[in-house]
């Protein structure tokens, strides 16, 4: 294989990670509030939640980042090897979710969990350099 391909599928591996990872707090802070709208029967619910969320910037701003690491994902298995890619972009995309949770107020990770990010880091470096 090429090594610019290499680097090219390592580069859309850890921008798909990105995506995906880093949103899901955002995401998540921006749903906040949808619990408490009510409505009678269950169409109207989903239809009064869907409505709720897709009205606040702060969750659909979030939510097409994530869609877009989908589609970047998309793109790069069309040259990638799926038995590397989905280890890849899943493990990384936790760690970016810490990360990013971190960075909005959640609670840091123990040293354990610490040393457990950091074995997947080198964990994909090897899959990315074999």
Do not use: H
């Amino acid at each position: 294989m090429d090594p610019l391909e290499i680097v090219q599928q390592g580069f859309g591996f850890v921008l798909t990670a990105l995506c995906w990872g880093f949103t899901n707090p955002f995401i998540k802070r921006g749903s906040a509030g949808v619990e408490g709208v009510r409505r009678d029967g269950w169409l109207r619910q989903a239809l009064a939640e869907g409505w709720f969320l897709l009205t606040r910037w702060q969750y659909v701003v979030p939510l097409a980042i994530n869609l877009s690491g989908s589609a970047v994902y998309y793109y790069t298995l069309s040259s990638a090897d799926i038995t590397t890619a989905v280890p890849i972009t899943n493990s990384l995309a936790l760690v970016f979710t810490i990360l990013a949770g971190m960075l909005v107020g959640e609670k840091a990770p123990a040293p354990k969990e610490t040393l457990g990010m950091l074995c997947i880091v080198l964990g994909v470096a090897l899959c990315i350099t074999s």
